[in-house]
């Protein structure tokens, strides 16, 4: 039987790439997004591989983009912490009073 590309697989190992690169290089909230797009690709792609399993190829790039999916959108809500705790520090100084010394 002739098997094709599992049609979206491609799609959810890109943008979990994507996600993960976003992330770091760029901010955070652009990496969520592009999770977030990785991982509803995966779940459409797995859907119509489960119709059919024996006529698509290329389901290991839909468990993969699934997994750098995830990893990406923990990078990202860890990117979030830190943003938060940097300003709320920085709020935090200039509450103070300039007292730069305390801290």
Do not use: H
Request: charged share 10%; proline share 4%.
């Amino acid at each position: 039987m002739n098997q094709q590309p599992l049609p979206g697989a491609s799609n959810a190992l890109t943008f979990g790439i994507l996600s993960i690169v976003l992330t770091f290089v760029c901010c955070g909230p652009f990496g969520a997004i592009f999770s977030i797009i990785g991982l509803s690709s995966a779940n459409k792609a797995e859907k119509v591989y489960l119709e059919n399993p024996e006529n698509y190829t290329g389901y290991e790039n839909v468990k993969t983009g699934r997994i750098l999916s995830y990893v990406g959108l923990g990078f990202a809500l860890l990117m979030l912490i830190f943003v938060i705790l940097y300003f709320s520090a920085i709020i935090a100084l200039i509450a103070s009073g300039g007292d730069w010394e305390s801290f």
